[in-house]
């Protein structure tokens, strides 16, 4: 896996990668991957920033 390909965010080393209706926000380690989000597009953007900012 590259888990450096997908997109770099605003928050805090979280990057953001696109699923059809989804996007998936991770962040990495060395060793790891750690799925912050996995958000369905249609929904109100507002709850994910909530989300985001509080994983960042």
């Known amino acids: 896996m590259h ?5 770099q965010t605003e928050f805090g080393g979280i990057r953001m990668t696109a699923m059809g ?3 998936i926000f991770y962040k990495t380690s060395q060793h790891q991957i750690i799925v912050v ?3 369905d597009n249609r929904q109100n953007s507002a709850s994910l ?3 985001i ?3 960042a």
């Open 53 to 55: 900012q509080t994983t």
């Open 49 to 51: 920033l909530k989300i």
């Open 37 to 39: 989000a996995f958000w």
């Open 21 to 23: 209706h989804f996007n």
């Open 3 to 7: 888990p450096d390909l997908g997109v």
